[in-house]
């Protein structure tokens, strides 16, 4: 994995500048540091990188191709790059065994469009095609990788982390505080927005191209999208037993290539379906594996045993580290700057800790991140079914509804009866998608200031079959990406390690989404055809639990270890933006153990301490 950054510049600047912006991320690649520009055109590349793939100094960049027209700073890994290679055929000389080089030629031979449609990977790269004197930044299908990028001050600015842009001399700290409203009602900024008002992040399955004429006048031109995904469910053309066969077949080889590295791969096994699949298919493959888990201060969250268990069936070397309190408190006031904008999922303090506890043993590890999303496994899922499929109930029916959910049985129904007796709008919901954000609201039923509905658009594909399909897409390109993801990639890349998801391969992700419901999720069972998959491999019994996750003990911590540290930073909270006497009503009610407020005082907490290290 590398890091890359890069501008454009109207006005000449001094040569350390790029130099600047590249030593801010060099925790993304502390293998070898590069630069290169175009002074005519007054471009800057610049890049840091994590030897994954050729370890040697062929794989150095930025690199051009040998005509010179083409130079890339790349971020990610094309695993299907032997392929491409065979395809590309054998005119041309090749300096090394790169994936950047297989990515640089093929753009050179096909043009970006056909070349980003053969890639399989995760990536981040910008391109500059010094023939039409023009720019390209392009981002991966699902988001694995980030890329940001805006005008400040006359310059264009864009890289991998936020940090290296705010090292340049025209940099803009403007604040958005459309973004932090969207921060404040779901725990992180969704892209294309930033905590900055000048600049943005490309999503996923999107390039932007910039002309130089683009570039002297100072516009930005509209990302074009080249991949989305594929709403081919009334399509189904397998049976149940055809799918699952398809399904272990696509697993087994997207793990395969996800494991090709010339360092040390891992995996990271919680004892969950999706992180236990991943290994199954590694031993499936024969390989030899190391596997890295990770022991929660509470026992309500720890899954390490189960892990262990797992890890002994399968025949892994497997490593456990306990998380003590004191080293996660450490971790929080790193958090402005590893995330570098307001981030408040809790579990990236422990995503951190396991990340360089793995890094200690191994430089690549694959997760299994994407799996609840793709076969319908998060908690909420049978109830959000269960709202859209009832929507045209009035809300005198709430009792039956009430009935229907103590039924089924789910794990802490006394506190999802209570949430439905506070959802009442849900049933109002005009699409999925509405619904899902307003379960996902941590304002929904509150009357805060600042916190009006977020306002920027979502990139929405309103063709659903059924609700709960829309709502695991909704979640897939919102809360995947620009939580998940991102929680995993800066966590990750702090430390050096180098992680891929192997669900998130776009074949697996359509083929995912062209099976029926039934396939995925019924009234007894979530995920269900990867546990078909799984269960071939491992004893069920190792894993009928309830799903656990992946947390820390935020609520008691805020009564007690963290109480001092989160009452400074509501107190430091900017005057005029936030009623004082909102936030220190959610204070009280929490402290008082009136109620539940961790995930508001969390996310406050997270902002004050970011404007704080500004």
Not at 344 to 357: E, N, R, W
């Amino acid at each position: 994995m590398c890091g890359l950054v890069g501008y454009y510049s109207r006005s000449k600047q001094d040569a350390n500048v790029i130099n600047n912006m590249l030593n801010k991320i060099r925790h993304r690649g502390p293998d070898s540091f590069g630069v290169w520009n175009d002074l005519k055109c007054n471009i800057h590349f610049g890049h840091v990188r994590l030897s994954i793939v050729e370890l040697s100094s062929a794989g150095h960049q930025p690199m051009s191709t040998s005509c010179g027209r083409f130079t890339i700073i790349f971020n990610g890994e094309i695993y299907n790059h032997h392929n491409i290679r065979k395809e590309l055929g054998d005119d041309i000389k090749w300096m090394g065994t790169s994936d950047t080089e297989t990515l640089l030629n093929s753009i050179s031979a096909w043009g970006i469009s056909v070349a980003l449609e053969k890639t399989v990977g995760m990536f981040a790269f910008a391109l500059w095609d010094s023939t039409e004197r023009s720019l390209y930044l392009a981002r991966d299908r699902m988001g694995e990788k980030p890329l940001y990028y805006g005008w400040c001050n006359g310059s264009f600015l864009f890289g991998s982390e936020l940090k290296a842009l705010k090292s340049h001399p025209d940099f803009d700290s403007e604040i958005d505080w459309v973004a932090v409203n969207g921060y404040l009602h779901n725990n992180y900024i969704s892209s294309p927005l930033t905590i900055y008002s000048k600049l943005k992040q490309l999503r996923p399955g999107h390039y932007i191209k910039m002309s130089y004429d683009d570039l002297l006048s100072g516009d930005t031109q509209e990302p074009y999208k080249y991949w989305s995904l594929p709403f081919s469910i009334r399509d189904n053309k397998y049976r149940y037993e055809e799918a699952e066969s398809e399904l272990e077949y696509l697993l087994t080889e997207s793990v395969s290539l996800q494991s090709i590295a010339d360092v040390k791969v891992g995996a990271f096994l919680s004892g969950g379906i999706d992180s236990t699949t991943i290994v199954a298919m590694l031993k499936k493959n024969g390989q030899d594996v190391s596997t890295f888990s990770i022991g929660m201060p509470n026992k309500q969250y720890d899954e390490s045993h189960h892990a262990e268990q797992i890890a002994k069936y399968l025949g892994t070397q497997h490593y456990t580290h306990m998380i003590t309190p004191q080293e996660a408190l450490e971790v929080i006031d790193k958090i402005p700057e590893i995330w570098d904008e307001p981030f408040a999922d809790s579990s990236q303090i422990p995503t951190y800790l396991v990340s360089k506890f793995a890094k200690e043993h191994v430089t690549v590890a694959l997760s299994g991140d994407g799996g609840d999303e793709l076969f319908m496994g998060y908690n909420q899922y049978p109830l959000l079914d269960k709202i859209w499929k009832t929507r045209s109930l009035s809300k005198l029916h709430l009792d039956t509804m009430v009935k229907i959910i103590t039924k089924m049985g789910l794990k802490n129904s006394n506190i999802i009866i209570k949430r439905i007796l506070n959802l009442s709008q849900g049933w109002s919901c005009r699409t999925p998608f509405l619904l899902n954000d307003f379960w996902m609201d941590k304002y929904r039923n509150a009357n805060f200031p600042l916190l009006q509905p977020v306002s920027h658009k979502r990139d929405l594909d309103l063709n659903y079959l059924d609700g709960i399909s829309a709502i695991t897409q909704h979640d897939l390109n919102y809360y995947l990406c620009d939580d998940i993801l991102t929680k995993v990639d800066r966590a990750s890349m702090a430390v050096s390690l180098e992680t891929r998801a192997p669900f998130l391969d776009h074949r697996i992700v359509e083929f995912a989404f062209s099976l029926p419901t039934s396939f995925k999720m019924d009234k007894y069972n979530q995920k269900k055809i990867l546990k078909s998959v799984l269960y071939k491999h491992i004893d069920s019994k190792l894993l009928e639990r309830p799903k656990q996750g992946f947390s820390l003990r935020m609520s008691y911590w805020l009564r007690a270890e963290l109480k001092g540290w989160a009452r400074d930073r509501l107190d430091s909270l900017p005057e005029g933006v936030f009623d004082k006497a909102a936030v220190n009503n959610i204070w009280e009610e929490h402290v008082n153990d009136t109620k539940d407020n961790s995930e508001r005082i969390w996310a406050l907490s997270n902002l004050a301490n970011f404007l704080e290290s500004q």
